[in-house]
């Protein structure tokens, strides 16, 4: 399963609805949206999904859809990223099957092994620290955090990819990579940014510049 280095997820934003943040980064060179939709009505829901769906559909864009199954197989999404709170991961690859992806979110060692033994394709992991994004927060893990975690994944040989997410920038990217970490998800540092664009050009040339600095 292809999973993505940058994550980039839409938030709720006056005067920049989910689909105008879509329509911004479909302009640039990112390679997986999470559309996080919160608190809409199935209808709601299923109308801003299905014209994100349609706005990506030229490209090579992952639309991931969060919280969301059901509307993952209505619209045909590239797959799932699943809360704490949310269904199953075995119940959701049941409606999903093999071929789409699913995320969970984590925030301990002990549930990256839970997830790990329930199939997910990759993992959330976080707090890196605190986020206006999201309310009732885990426990932050900041940098010492994800290297335990990431050690401990190593000893036991669990592979699945770690993104990173919660108030993650610029400057967090090349050392969280360099402790183990897959990727990292990103909100406000792309989607409030004044030119989202640049921003994006930024953190993937970040990415890039760890790649560089592993050969």
Not at 13 to 32: N, P
Not at 119 to 146: C, S
Not at 151 to 162: A, C, D, H, T, Y
Request: aromatic share 6%; hydrophobic share 45%; glycine share 6%.
């Amino acid at each position: 399963m292809n999973i993505a280095q940058l994550h980039i997820i839409t938030q709720h934003l006056k005067g920049f609805s989910h689909l105008a943040q879509i329509e911004a980064l479909k302009k640039t060179k990112v390679k997986c949206i999470q559309l996080r939709v919160k608190n809409a009505s199935h209808s709601d829901w299923f109308e801003i999904g299905r014209s994100a769906k349609l706005l990506l559909a030229d490209t090579n864009i992952q639309l991931i859809i969060n919280d969301n199954v059901y509307l993952v197989k209505e619209i045909d999404a590239a797959g799932v990223h699943l809360g704490k709170a949310d269904m199953p991961v075995e119940e959701a690859r049941d409606i999903l099957g093999p071929n789409k992806i699913i995320g969970g979110t984590a925030n301990t060692f002990a549930k990256i092994v839970a997830l790990s033994k329930a199939g997910v394709d990759y993992i959330g992991l976080g707090p890196y620290r605190n986020t206006a994004t999201k309310k009732q927060l885990d426990p932050v893990l900041q940098h010492f955090g994800y290297e335990v975690i990431m050690k401990k994944m190593q000893l036991q040989k669990i592979k699945i990819p770690v993104i990173a997410v919660g108030g993650i920038v610029l400057n967090d990217v090349v050392p969280l990579m360099v402790a183990g970490l897959h990727g990292v998800a990103v909100s406000s540092a792309v989607v409030k940014a004044k030119d989202v664009a640049a921003s994006l050009t930024n953190l993937t040339e970040e990415i890039n510049k760890f790649a560089f600095i592993q050969k």
